[in-house]
C-alpha cells in the first residue's frame, strides 16, 4: 500500500515499491483539525502527507500562498501560523482539499 512507500525508502533496502492508481487523499492534516501554535513553539510545522494520485507529482496550494509541487513520497511540512487555512493538492485531474484551524492560546 502506498501508506508504506515513505518507510520502505527510509531504509536501505533490496527491490522497489509501485504506487498504485489509488483515490488522492490528505493524510494529515486532517479535516477540520485543530493545531496550537505556542511561544515554545513559533518555529513549529505541521506534517502533510498525502497518499494515492495517478502521477508521480502533486501540486500543493496553501493558503494564498504560491503553489509548490512534491514527488512521490507526498510529504512536506507546512508552517505553524495562527488562523484558518485552506489546503488544496492537485494530482493530474484530480483534487483534494480540506481546511484546519492554528490556534494561539493567549
Known amino acids: 500500500p502506498e501508506e508504506y512507500r515513505r518507510w520502505f525508502l527510509q531504509n536501505a533496502r ?3 515499491i509501485t504506487h498504485t492508481a ?3 487523499k ?3 492534516p486532517a479535516d477540520g483539525g485543530q493545531f496550537i501554535s505556542s511561544p515554545q513553539n513559533r518555529s513549529g510545522h505541521i506534517p502533510l502527507e498525502v497518499i494515492g494520485g495517478t502521477e508521480n507529482t502533486i501540486d500543493v496550494y496553501y493558503d ?3 503553489p509548490f509541487t512534491l514527488s512521490r513520497p ?3 511540512l507546512l508552517p505553524l501560523e495562527a488562523g484558518s487555512h485552506r489546503l488544496r ?3 493530474s485531474e484530480e483534487e483534494t482539499e480540506l481546511t484546519f484551524v492554528v490556534e494561539q492560546p493567549e
Do not use: M, N, Q, V
Open 14 to 16: 533490496h527491490g522497489s
Open 22 to 24: 489509488a483515490a488522492l
Open 26 to 28: 490528505i493524510i494529515t
Open 64 to 66: 494564498d500562498d504560491d
Open 74 to 76: 507526498f510529504s512536506a
Open 89 to 91: 493538492i492537485r494530482c
